[in-house]
């Protein structure tokens, strides 16, 4: 755009609405269509609704649903997306992938929480990092509990899911709330919170005392320790969800051990529980996978359908093909 210009080229995307490139006319006020991202197969967006609600705490909440699938007695599968670390916001945009999962009945939720800033930079700085960090996994929870409430699905139909720092989210809401899930997906989790933060020789440990404090402060290491999902796993006893982890040979982030302790400390629970021995936990690492997963277009497209097939799996209590 030039100074004295009087066009402006603007995206937009929504849940139900592909990325879209628009021009505008600053003096007529008129919109035109430039260009729209193509969606393969039958794709109406006619038939999907999209919802923004408050959870408690003004957590909002973004859901998509198909409208001619959806019933609001509880009985719809749901999969809750979380992230809420870093100032970072995530945005309800079209994603295609997920129309899979709307077309067998899903509900898809983001839950845009403390630790993000989509409610301002207040919402990360002074109440979703250091000493203010559980408020992130409060608010994930109250989340989850606002949509049984509302009806939009039910706990025996609510799968969660989380990668990286997103990951560290949903082994703490586990830890949490006992029960309250079916099933889980945890992407690349930083789950070892203590024993990574403790070494400073690891590659970004050091940078990361800006997000969650330094550990060689008694009163961080304190804090720390009391939401550390891999030490604070004992109290999810019969509570645990079927769960997929994953991690990536070369991820420089989330080394793949950490990831790998964590599913060890939990098989070692269900087979001291027998009211959990009926519980998937699926283990994958990527041998040539970094922290943001495989690469290429369609390996991408393989995880994503290993995903959703192990979603629609425990929704349909199937057991799942890995």
């Given at each position: 755009?030039?100074?004295?210009?009087?066009?402006?080229?603007?995206?937009?995307?929504?849940?139900?609405?592909?990325?879209?490139?628009f021009?505008?006319?600053?003096?007529?006020?008129?919109?035109?269509?430039?260009?729209?991202?193509?969606?393969?197969?039958?794709?109406?967006?006619?038939?999907?609704?999209?919802?923004r609600?408050?959870?408690?705490?003004?957590?909002?909440?973004?859901?998509?649903?198909r409208?001619?699938?959806?019933?609001?007695?509880?009985?719809?599968?749901?999969?809750?997306?979380?992230?809420?670390?870093?100032?970072?916001?995530?945005?309800?945009?079209?994603?295609?992938?997920?129309?899979?999962?709307l077309d067998?009945?899903?509900?898809?939720?983001?839950?845009?929480?403390?630790?993000?800033?989509?409610?301002?930079?207040?919402?990360?700085?002074?109440?979703?990092?250091?000493?203010?960090?559980?408020?992130?996994?409060?608010?994930?929870?109250?989340?989850?509990?606002?949509?049984?409430?509302?009806?939009?699905?039910?706990?025996?139909?609510?799968?969660?899911?989380?990668?990286?720092?997103?990951?560290?989210?949903?082994?703490?809401?586990?830890?949490?709330?006992?029960?309250?899930?079916?099933?889980?997906?945890?992407?690349?989790?930083?789950?070892?919170?203590?024993?990574?933060?403790?070494?400073?020789?690891?590659?970004?440990?050091?940078?990361?005392?800006?997000?969650?404090?330094?550990?060689?402060?008694?009163?961080?290491?304190?804090?720390?320790?009391?939401?550390?999902?891999?030490?604070?796993?004992?109290?999810?006893?019969e509570?645990?969800?079927?769960?997929?982890?994953?991690?990536?040979?070369n991820?420089?982030?989330?080394?793949?051990?950490?990831?790998?302790?964590?599913?060890?400390?939990?098989?070692?629970?269900?087979?001291?529980?027998?009211?959990?021995?009926?519980?998937?936990?699926?283990?994958?690492?990527?041998?040539?996978?970094?922290?943001?997963?495989?690469?290429?277009?369609?390996?991408?497209?393989?995880?994503?359908?290993?995903?959703?097939?192990?979603?629609?799996?425990?929704?349909?209590?199937?057991?799942?093909?890995?």
């Open positions: 755009m030039h100074y004295d210009g009087t066009e402006l080229i603007f995206e937009y995307s929504s849940f139900t609405t592909p990325h879209s490139l021009r505008y006319d600053l003096t007529t006020g008129s919109r035109t269509l430039l260009k729209i991202d193509p969606v393969l197969g039958n794709f109406d967006s006619k038939k999907y609704v999209t919802e609600i408050i959870a408690p705490n003004n957590v909002p909440i973004s859901l998509v649903y409208k001619d699938l959806f019933n609001k007695n509880g009985t719809n599968p749901l999969h809750l997306y979380g992230y809420g670390s870093y100032g970072c916001c995530i945005d309800p945009q079209f994603d295609p992938s997920i129309i899979s999962l067998r009945r899903f509900v898809y939720a983001i839950a845009h929480i403390r630790g993000g800033s989509e409610m301002g930079r207040m919402w990360y700085e002074t109440e979703g990092k250091f000493l203010h960090k559980k408020n992130t996994f409060r608010d994930f929870s109250n989340a989850a509990r606002h949509l049984i409430t509302e009806k939009y699905t039910s706990s025996e139909h609510l799968s969660i899911e989380g990668a990286s720092a997103g990951g560290m989210l949903i082994g703490a809401t586990i830890n949490l709330n006992p029960g309250l899930f079916n099933a889980a997906i945890a992407g690349v989790p930083f789950v070892d919170v203590i024993n990574t933060m403790m070494d400073p020789t690891i590659p970004l440990t050091v940078n990361e005392y800006e997000e969650w404090g330094d550990p060689n402060m008694e009163e961080f290491f304190t804090y720390m320790k009391s939401y550390s999902p891999y030490d604070n796993l004992p109290k999810i006893g509570g645990l969800p079927h769960l997929l982890v994953r991690a990536g040979l991820d420089p982030r989330v080394q793949y051990w950490e990831p790998a302790k964590y599913v060890a400390r939990l098989r070692a629970i269900i087979s001291d529980s027998p009211d959990t021995s009926q519980k998937h936990i699926a283990h994958l690492i990527k041998m040539g996978a970094g922290h943001n997963g495989s690469s290429g277009r369609y390996n991408y497209y393989k995880d994503v359908a290993q995903d959703y097939a192990f979603l629609v799996a425990t929704a349909e209590k199937k057991e799942p093909f890995f």
